[in-house]
């Protein structure tokens, strides 16, 4: 019998494989290294730094806010006089610190986080395979990934500051921001566009390694059926990357030819910009950016949420000791999803005037999308009826994950009807809705799967203690902060008042059930700095577990069934002792007749899986 389908007791003669390559510096070994684990390591850490600073500049907002024309304690004359004179955040500053933060948080951060870090850590170990399909092309993409981030750092202190004109980068406006300066090539919004083409050719990079791997390396016995869901949704979210993503570069292209080269592609003729007429050939369209911009932005909502959909129905089953329920339903769910994110863009442009038969079809698309969506978070929750539940910081961030994505979908049924959006189109309502799928949504599974895996890649357990002080706090400031801007939204608050809405004070619309509503400007914005505060015991755990978390005792400390935990702890080179083969579906917990209640992927029938200390010395 192999040692993958045995007891896995082994000697340090197992692991004379990993002698055999060569000796590496730690600059190869670790910085410029072509191994996936690695290479996943370095996006999470990255995208969890780009996470950390998009956090930061929502924080300064949320005082400009809260508190319009008072001095922003600590950080408000590290601004300079020019962005925040008498430190007092400018409207300037707000624009640019609103478009930074959309981009950071959605481009650098979640996207990188769930699909990049997550998927390239863990997807190749649940399919067997011995690295991903090409790693020269993947360690290409997270250096493209990292040049895009830098730069886009970098145009923060530019003389012209950072882009300024909302994370969506709507022409012409974006086309003739900042073009008064000598040199049009460093300003913030030139940077821009250059910092998207490198993120998404790193995504396209990516996605196309995702695609090959899955198709072409699982290992012997992992048929279709037998691939576990994360599998499935990084191969879903693979297509809409390479699918969407270059529409959005080709209109990131056609936008500095604009700036640069004095092209029309979005610049309408007449264009006054300063009180003269623009030098422009004109005749460009404003629409066909929005058209370009959205083909990309709602499927890249469920690039957004499918990692994170993907992470919790592994962390479910594992923690509930309960098959995941509905395992076909939820592939055919997925599939349908990422078909249907491709003909619903336009619902985030009624605004623009389309006729009543085109918005028809668009309300009725984006209808028909809830409908899979409701299949996979259905699916989750029956999961857990009658299972044995163990409570572990990660499962908490699970459980957690369903009403809070449940919640940022039924808010957003009411935008499918463009009746509706006239009314929420840029308001508060909106911010809610989307946070509430990406914040306490997505975040949280990804939370989830940084707990769940985190003993697989480091050989020790987070502290469960920091893990709660973590938990319970992020959960009550993230309804805190983004539930009253539902109430707002319906009030008629607009999304980008830099003083919150102050002009709504003496209106009929400034109360709610005899509450004004500028005071929950307040209530939110210390929501916020409460859910940084929140962060503190995650970060100090992330770290301080390395060296001195509770060492696991198996490589399979969970007693989970899917293939990575079949690994030496953490995985050396080659990821595997020996081939492995699969014999049974992803998610065998409690079979009728088994010894335990778990039966690993990589076990026959009738053997026994060792509890044991098992690769790890």
Request: net charge neutral; glycine share 10%.
């Amino acid at each position: 019998m192999s040692a993958v389908t045995a007891h896995h007791d082994h000697s340090h003669a197992d692991h004379a494989h990993e002698h055999d390559h060569p000796k590496q510096s730690f600059l190869y070994k670790y910085i410029f290294s072509t191994d996936h684990k690695v290479i996943g390591i370095q996006y999470g850490l990255t995208a969890m730094c780009f996470l950390l600073w998009g956090f930061f500049l929502m924080m300064v907002m949320r005082w400009s806010i809260a508190f319009p024309g008072t001095e922003m304690p600590l950080f408000g004359h590290l601004m300079g006089e020019r962005w925040a004179p008498g430190g007092v955040v400018s409207p300037e500053l707000y624009n640019m610190f609103g478009a930074m933060h959309g981009t950071i948080m959605v481009f650098l951060g979640v996207v990188p986080l769930g699909f990049a870090a997550f998927g390239n850590y863990i997807m190749p170990l649940q399919i067997g395979a011995v690295d991903m399909a090409f790693p020269k092309l993947n360690a290409w993409s997270y250096w493209l990934y990292f040049i895009g981030g830098v730069l886009m750092m970098l145009s923060f202190f530019l003389p012209t500051g950072a882009a300024q004109v909302g994370w969506t980068n709507y022409s012409p406006l974006a086309t003739t921001a900042q073009i008064d300066v000598k040199n049009i090539f460093f300003t913030g919004q030139t940077q821009w566009l250059f910092s998207m083409v490198f993120l998404i050719s790193s995504s396209l990079l990516g996605s196309v390694n995702f695609i090959t791997t899955i198709l072409n390396l699982r290992c012997k016995g992992m048929t279709w059926m037998r691939l576990p869901f994360f599998c499935w949704a990084m191969l879903v979210v693979g297509f809409l990357l390479l699918l969407a993503f270059p529409p959005l570069e080709v209109a990131a292209v056609m936008q500095l030819a604009d700036r640069l080269f004095g092209s029309s592609f979005f610049l309408p003729t007449g264009l006054v910009e300063g009180n003269k007429h623009l030098d422009i050939a004109g005749g460009g369209s404003p629409l066909l950016y929005q058209h370009l911009f959205w083909f990309l932005g709602h499927p890249e909502v469920y690039v957004l949420i499918l990692p994170a959909i993907a992470i919790v129905s592994d962390v479910i089953p594992a923690n509930i000791r309960r098959p995941l329920w509905g395992y076909k339903s939820m592939i055919y769910g997925v599939l349908t999803l990422g078909f249907l994110s491709f003909i619903v863009w336009a619902h985030h442009m009624y605004l623009t005037g389309m006729g009543p038969v085109v918005s028809t079809f668009f309300q009725i698309t984006t209808v028909l999308i809830s409908v899979p969506s409701v299949i996979l978070l259905t699916c989750l929750m029956i999961s857990l009826w009658g299972g044995s539940i163990r409570f572990n910081s990660a499962m908490l961030f699970a459980c957690a994950f369903l009403p809070m994505f449940g919640i940022g979908g039924l808010t957003g049924l009411p935008l499918a009807f463009s009746t509706i959006d006239l009314y929420l189109h840029d308001t508060y309502y909106v911010i809610g809705h989307f946070h509430y799928v990406v914040a306490p949504g997505t975040i949280f599974g990804l939370f989830a799967g940084i707990y769940h895996w985190y003993p697989k890649m480091t050989g020790r357990f987070m502290n469960e203690t920091l893990g709660r002080l973590h938990f319970w706090p992020s959960l009550v400031c993230m309804n805190l902060l983004f539930s009253p801007m539902l109430i707002q939204g319906m009030a008629g608050f607009h999304r980008r008042w830099h003083d919150g809405g102050v002009a709504f004070a003496g209106t009929s619309s400034g109360d709610w059930m005899g509450i004004p509503l500028l005071r929950l400007n307040e209530v939110m914005s210390f929501a916020a700095w409460g859910l940084a505060i929140a962060q503190v015991p995650f970060i100090l755990n992330l770290f301080f577990s390395i060296k001195g978390g509770k060492k696991v005792k198996s490589d399979n400390p969970w007693q989970a069934t899917t293939l990575e935990w079949a690994t030496p702890t953490p995985p050396g080179h080659g990821n595997f002792l020996q081939e492995p083969v699969v014999y049974r579906d992803a998610y065998d917990y409690s079979v009728p007749g088994a010894e335990t209640d778990y039966s690993p992927q990589w076990l026959p029938e009738g053997v026994k899986p060792e509890e044991k200390l098992t690769h790890m010395h």
